[in-house]
């Protein structure tokens, strides 16, 4: 659903290198299946991996980009771009800091210093795909009869870095 490739143009572009590739990876495979599982519980999640093999509508509505009216509006941008956004996120903090024995400390380099973290890119991305986030949701409560095993957990904007 979401690659290493999909980071390297658009909004979401990352500057790696194979070592930080590696990095990548790691965060896709560790939070790809957490925030799926969150954002449509373990039942729904499984009745979504199959709909999108056989290309039901009422999955595919899910996956693209929608804008909906009914008793309220709802905009998405698509799961992957959702994915991507939270992916860009979780990356950017991990790659700030390095844990060491005496506690995380700041990746600097002989040659060169990095830039200031982007807290309001960061910040940007994370709601940005909070809201397609919580609108996929409020699909799925406002057609329960589409979606009935629909248990997903609110997400919550970040606070703090």
Do not use: H
């Not at 290198?17 to 599982?37: F, G, H, S, Y």
């Not at 373990?42 to 909906?68: C, K, M, Q």
């Amino acid at each position: 659903m979401v690659t290493i490739t999909d980071f390297e143009v658009g909004k979401f572009k990352l500057a790696f290198n194979e070592q930080t590739a590696n990095d990548l990876q790691a965060c896709i495979d560790r939070n790809v299946p957490t925030i799926m599982a969150e954002l449509f519980g373990v039942e729904l999640l499984a009745l979504y991996e199959a709909g999108i093999s056989n290309n039901e509508p009422i999955y595919t509505l899910l996956r693209d980009e929608f804008i909906i009216q009914d008793n309220c509006l709802l905009i998405s941008k698509g799961i992957k771009d959702m994915l991507m956004g939270f992916i860009w996120c979780e990356f950017q903090r991990e790659i700030y800091t390095t844990p060491t024995t005496t506690g995380n400390v700041k990746v600097k380099n002989q040659n060169s210093t990095d830039i200031s973290f982007p807290t309001m890119m960061y910040q940007i991305n994370w709601l940005a795909s909070l809201k397609s986030y919580e609108s996929i949701q409020a699909l799925c409560q406002e057609r329960y009869d589409d979606y009935p095993t629909f248990k997903g957990i609110k997400k919550y904007p970040i606070l703090a870095l």
